[in-house]
C-alpha cells in the first residue's frame, strides 16, 4: 500500500460509531488506532469538555489542527476525527491530501438516542451545561449535522451506521478500502 494510501480517517458525528468501528477496523487493515480527541487530552492533560470550557472552542480547533498535522506525518494508522474536525479549512485540505477518508453515517435520531445520556459532548449542551432534552438533542444535532453535512460526503467512502452489526460493518469498510485503495493506486500509475 502506498504512503498516501496509508491513513483512514474516519469521520462523522459524534456517536455515529467512529470509537467502536475505528479499533476493530484497524485491527482488520493490520494497523494502528488513534483517536484524535483522546490523543489532544493526553497532549495537553485536560479533558476536550475542559478545553472548551477553560481556552474556547478555536484553541481546540488549533490543538486539533497541531496533532493532525503529526499524524498526518505517520503511516499505517486508522485516525479517529473529532465530529467537527473537517469544519477547519487547513485540517480538511490536509486529511484530503494524507490519506482516505470514511464518512460513518448515521440518521439523526439514531444519534440522538445514541448521545442522550452522553455527558462529555460539550456541544450538546444547554446553557451553563444543562442537561438537554432529547427533543432539544434531536434539534441540535440537525442543525449541526446541515452544517457539517457537505464535508462529511466529500468522503472518499461512505458506510451507513444505523442497523447493520458493527462486524458487518467492519469488513464492508475493510473491502471498500482495499477496492478505493487498488482504484487510486491503479489510478496513478496511468
Excluded at 462523522?12 to 489532544?40: H, R
Excluded at 492533560?45 to 506525518?73: P, S, V, W, Y
Excluded at 446553557?127 to 457537505?150: C, M, Q, V
Amino acid at each position: 500500500m502506498k504512503r498516501e494510501h496509508s491513513l483512514i480517517f474516519l469521520t462523522g458525528f459524534s456517536g455515529s460509531g467512529k470509537s467502536t468501528i475505528g479499533p476493530l477496523l484497524a485491527n482488520s487493515l493490520g494497523y494502528e488506532f488513534v483517536d484524535l480527541d483522546q490523543t489532544i487530552e493526553q497532549n495537553t492533560g485536560k479533558t476536550i469538555t475542559l478545553i472548551f470550557a477553560e481556552d474556547g472552542e478555536q484553541c481546540f480547533r488549533n490543538l486539533e489542527e497541531e496533532t493532525l498535522k503529526t499524524l498526518a506525518a505517520k503511516s499505517n494508522l486508522v485516525i479517529s476525527l473529532g465530529g467537527g474536525v473537517l469544519e477547519n479549512e487547513r485540517s480538511y485540505a490536509l486529511i484530503h491530501e494524507s490519506g482516505t477518508l470514511v464518512y460513518l453515517k448515521s440518521s439523526i435520531k439514531t444519534l440522538s438516542r445514541r448521545l442522550y445520556n452522553k455527558t462529555d459532548r460539550p456541544l450538546l449542551k444547554g446553557e451553563k451545561g444543562r442537561k438537554l432534552s432529547y427533543e432539544e438533542i434531536e434539534e441540535k444535532i440537525s442543525t449541526i449535522l446541515s452544517k457539517r453535512e457537505p464535508r462529511y460526503e466529500s468522503a472518499n467512502i461512505t458506510v451507513e451506521t444505523d442497523v447493520k452489526r458493527i462486524g458487518s460493518t467492519v469488513e464492508e469498510l475493510t473491502r471498500k478500502i482495499e477496492r478505493y485503495v487498488r482504484n487510486a493506486s491503479a489510478a496513478a500509475e496511468d
